[in-house]
């Protein structure tokens, strides 16, 4: 039926707008906080944190 179909595409319409300003509002958030000098990287684990020491001790010789 095409009264299903236009209802179907107008709702395609208002979630591509929906995900459109959700994005553009998390870039803003995200240049707001690099501008304000916070750090966006992924938390680092102790894990990373050893093998990193460990990688420093066997170049250092």
């Given at each position: 039926?095409?009264?299903?179909?236009a209802i179907f595409q107008m709702l395609g319409v208002f979630g591509e707008f929906e995900w459109a300003m959700i994005r553009e509002r998390v870039q803003m958030s995200l240049a707001r906080a690099r501008a304000n000098g916070k750090t966006l990287d992924r938390p680092q684990t102790e894990k990373r944190t050893r093998k990193r020491q460990s990688r420093r001790l066997l170049l250092s010789g």
């Open positions: 039926m095409p009264v299903w179909k």
